[in-house]
């Protein structure tokens, strides 16, 4: 059996993974997925990511590159003659990248906080942020996606990525939580996009099952109770 040229290390369920799988989809790249075991690393993994021994990483021609962000710009600058990722234009290029970061460091940790945490208090808090977040990702789609079907435009692009791998954990983390995030009332555009995000072929046989999040998710819940050996 050949070797792939291209190869992705990575666990189905996680979002960052997801990214690099939809972009690959987009540009219609063929490779090999390397699936990680959920409570173990790889030594290839160990090897190829050895500062931060995380998921994803790519692996083209024998080279690694890890951090999901920086994946989608390489895949986007190496194979330039599919429908492109990033914006051309350099302010709109700038603007993506800032959302893509508040996302990343500020509204999803928030989402997290949801499902996990242990007081009303700390989860009500929690779910305020991630309200106040998606007003603020409501106005920002009004503005990129300059009344078009996505951030990008007419076509899934790099803020769509961004932000569309983490509503397999919007939906989780709804029913976990017996709440509606992502509501049609307040954030209309979001909900739109959301559902043609979500069929776009490029996402659809990808995105984890909402049910198998939750399941995931209350594992990690449990986890972050058990106490810590002494």
Not at 44 to 54: A, C, D, F, V
Not at 80 to 107: G, H, Q, V
Request: charged share 25%; net charge negative; aromatic share 10%.
């Amino acid at each position: 059996m050949v070797k792939s040229d291209l190869e992705l290390i990575g666990l189905r369920p996680s979002p960052y993974v997801n990214r690099v799988q939809y972009a690959l989809n987009l540009k219609s790249i063929d490779y090999e997925f390397l699936e990680e075991k959920f409570g173990s690393k790889t030594d290839l993994l160990l090897q190829s990511n050895p500062i931060h021994k995380k998921v994803p990483v790519l692996i083209h021609a024998g080279k690694p590159i890890c951090e999901s962000l920086i994946i989608l710009q390489y895949i986007d600058e190496t194979w330039t003659s599919a429908t492109p990722i990033l914006p051309s234009d350099p302010y709109d290029c700038a603007i993506a990248r800032f959302w893509a970061a508040y996302i990343d460091d500020k509204w999803y940790p928030s989402l997290k906080d949801v499902r996990m945490a242990q007081e009303e208090e700390a989860k009500v808090a929690a779910i305020e942020r991630v309200v106040e977040g998606l007003a603020l990702l409501e106005e920002a789609f009004a503005k990129c996606s300059k009344g078009k079907s996505f951030f990008s435009g007419d076509s899934i692009g790099y803020l769509d990525i961004a932000f569309g791998c983490f509503l397999g954990w919007l939906r989780a983390t709804e029913k976990i939580a017996d709440l509606k995030l992502l509501d049609k009332a307040k954030t209309p555009g979001l909900v739109g996009w959301a559902e043609r995000f979500c069929s776009n072929d490029a996402v659809k046989d990808v995105m984890p099952k909402t049910d198998m999040l939750v399941e995931i998710a209350m594992i990690l819940r449990a986890m972050s109770k058990a106490p810590t050996p002494k």
